[in-house]
């Protein structure tokens, strides 16, 4: 008998140790790098097209904003990039951006993440770490 009870204490300290296995960071959940990068690429390209939102683009370069956006949403979501670009207030002081404008790119944001089978839990998590940007973005 003491033969078992020697066997079983390890077992069950062994158990005692292990530990839960992380969840994954919503980058990963998201789909990474791949997916971030089609989401930011079509949501630009939708938004910087519409008459009510284009003039906000004019004259910029759109592969360079793409890539940023990729970037600094990457990071927003735990993925290991790196943005490289300005605050959200100071990129976006003098669009003179309207909450309407705000809200047609949360929008496309929003149907471009469904479009691409982001699920619920996800969207919503990026939504709520980008909504508090609406301050620094919106200037009406």
């Known amino acids: 008998m003491r033969f078992n009870t020697m066997m079983v204490i390890p077992l069950f300290c062994l158990g005692c140790m292990m530990q839960p296995k992380p969840e994954a ?5 998201i789909g990474g790098l791949p997916m971030l990068t089609r989401i930011s690429n079509q949501t630009l390209d939708i938004v910087s097209k519409d008459p009510k939102t284009s003039r906000s683009f004019e004259g910029v370069k759109m592969k360079t904003l ?5 970037n600094f949403l990457c990071v ?7 943005y490289e ?5 100071k990129s976006h002081a003098d669009l ?6 705000f809200e047609l790119m949360v ?11 982001v699920g619920t ?3 919503n998590e990026l939504l709520k770490i980008l909504a508090p940007m609406k301050r620094d973005i919106v200037t009406d």
């Open 25 to 29: 960071s919503l980058y990963q959940r």
């Open 96 to 101: 003179h951006i309207t909450t309407a404008e």
């Open 66 to 70: 793409k890539e940023s956006l990729t």
């Open 107 to 117: 929008d496309v944001l929003r149907e471009r993440l469904d479009v691409n089978g």
């Open 121 to 123: 839990r996800e969207k």
């Open 85 to 89: 670009g300005e605050t959200m207030h």
């Open 76 to 82: 927003k979501t735990g993925g290991d990039c790196v």
